[in-house]
């Protein structure tokens, strides 16, 4: 069964730590995604990469670095955690033409105290 | 801010019971998807139409589009409890080939048994 693994389902952080989420996926995707799901805002694009070593920024980039060495792997990083960076952070991986979709991992719910 | 919107935000119905929701969006696109989301988790991909296509059917999801109203329905028919989640559409509009959906805000359905 194919699938978009994320480390951690649930994580707590104290502010001004530096915050590493990993995704790994097994399909052999060309493309992830870094998503953070607020209430009433929906899904909202932090990063995107298209390949190895390359990444572009999302709608919301601020306060956030990505990381994509291998294929498999797209990590999230939060330089300093911050308690406006409480949410569920979802990652994704599609193929390059992306009409299958999204492929979802099961989501991090991060707490920043 | 969101290319897509869905309506209502909210949709109780009774087991058995057909559901309908719609997603509006503002600019033109190459195609429109579903996603269902269970409660605390990562989204499952249901169905995509491509631009040039009007109807498509999977099981009991059918979804229409109207590209001259910029808008789009999910009709899923003699819902069940197992039903009850949120739904979300998104829509690709890149010309850059890059595949990068952006998701509404969702539809919260609940089926009551």
């Known amino acids: 069964d194919v699938k978009v693994t994320q480390s951690s389902r649930y994580l707590v952080k104290r502010t001004g730590e530096k915050v590493f989420l990993e995704c790994v996926q097994d399909?052999?995707?060309?493309?992830m995604f870094w998503y953070r799901q607020d209430p009433g805002l929906g899904l909202r694009l932090i990063y995107f990469?298209?390949?190895?070593?390359?990444?572009e920024k999302g709608d919301i980039p601020e306060g956030y670095s990505v990381s994509r060495e291998k294929k498999e792997r797209f990590s999230l990083i939060l330089e300093s955690a911050s308690t406006n960076q409480t949410s569920m952070y979802l990652c994704?991986?599609?193929?390059?033409?992306?009409?299958?979709?999204?492929?979802f991992g099961s989501g991090t719910r991060l707490t920043v105290v | 801010s969101q290319q897509g919107e869905e309506d209502p935000q909210a949709l109780s119905i009774q087991e058995g019971e057909n559901a309908t929701m719609n997603c509006s969006y503002k600019?033109?696109?190459?195609?429109l998807q579903w996603y269902r989301q269970n409660s605390g988790r990562g989204l499952v991909h249901l169905i995509l139409?491509?631009?040039?296509?009007r109807e498509k059917h999977s099981g009991r999801l059918r979804v229409t589009l109207d590209t001259s109203k910029k808008s789009s329905s999910l009709l899923i028919t003699a819902s069940r409890a197992a039903d009850t989640a949120s739904y979300f559409c998104?829509?690709?509009?890149?010309?850059?080939?890059?595949?990068?959906?952006?998701f509404g805000t969702g539809t919260r359905l609940k089926v009551l048994a």
């Open positions: 994704a991986s599609s193929t390059t033409q992306g009409a299958r979709g999204y492929t």
């Open positions: 600019t033109s696109i190459n195609n």
């Open positions: 139409i491509r631009s040039n296509e």
């Open positions: 399909m052999d995707h060309e493309n």
């Open positions: 998104a829509t690709d509009a890149s010309s850059s080939g890059t595949y990068k959906y952006i």
């Open positions: 990469s298209y390949d190895v070593k390359m990444k």
